[in-house]
């Protein structure tokens, strides 16, 4: 039972954190003054609408709401920098790669006890 209230804590955590992360980089966005002042605000609100005030209290929350939409996934661009290497180049991704070369490093080098236990 702890290890699964453990579980669920850990989750709300990092989604807490991605969610205030979300919050953060929208207003980051949302910068467009020349001496950084909030300018402009751009948020779609429940309706699907575009909107670029904050003008009420149900405008803030609505605000906050697209924020937290985002949260699971972060990514503003997909251009050929950012994106994934394999749409873009048809090569893997480098968490495909490290996977590739430790399993030809083990391949390679097989593990020594492995080897005695036939002789026994």
């Not at 702890?2 to 807490?16: C, G, Q, V």
């Not at 300018?39 to 904050?54: A, E, P």
């Not at 968490?95 to 593990?111: F, G, I, K, M, V």
């Amino acid at each position: 039972m702890f290890e699964k209230d453990r579980r669920r804590a850990l989750r709300r955590h990092h989604a807490r954190r991605m969610k205030a992360r979300a919050r953060a980089s929208q207003r980051a966005r949302a910068l467009e003054g020349p001496f950084g002042h909030f300018d402009r605000f751009v948020w779609t609100d429940k309706q699907g609408r575009r909107r670029t005030r904050l003008s009420s209290w149900s405008d803030v929350f609505d605000y906050r709401a697209c924020a937290e939409r985002t949260a699971d996934h972060l990514a503003v661009c997909s251009c050929t920098m950012c994106g994934n290497p394999r749409r873009h180049f048809g090569s893997r991704t480098l968490q495909e790669q490290r996977a590739c070369a430790d399993t030809r490093e083990q391949l390679r080098n097989p593990d020594p006890l492995n080897e005695n236990e036939d002789d026994t």
